[in-house]
């Protein structure tokens, strides 16, 4: 996990301690499970926004920050971030994205037990 840049060892013992199926499911299981999969709010001619719910928070938190450090140095999610902003999203909405994706990615790191390599991605 502390191959990918923005991962310390503090997010990677929480990750560890607190999802330890990571690895074993579906990228969308993943993003449910954390609780920053985009949730519809829609009843019959009523179209809401969608939102993020639920999840474990402990393990939200920790990645959000990670987050916020990742961005900087590490290409892709600055990438992301950038088009999302220059799309007009919302900051916060940019950053829970990048968080999405980079689930989806540690998910997929331990399933196939690679390390983090930018250029694959």
Known sequence: LQSMKGIGKIAAASIISNLPELGYMTNKQASALVGVAP????????????????????????????MMSAIQPNSVFKSQYQKLVAAGKPKKVAIIACVRKMIVLLNSMLRDEVMWEASKV
Not at 44 to 62: A, E, S
């Open 39 to 66: 949730i519809n709010r829609e009843s019959g001619r009523f179209k809401g926004l969608r939102k993020i719910q639920g999840g474990r928070h402990q393990v939200r938190t920790v990645l959000y920050m990670a």
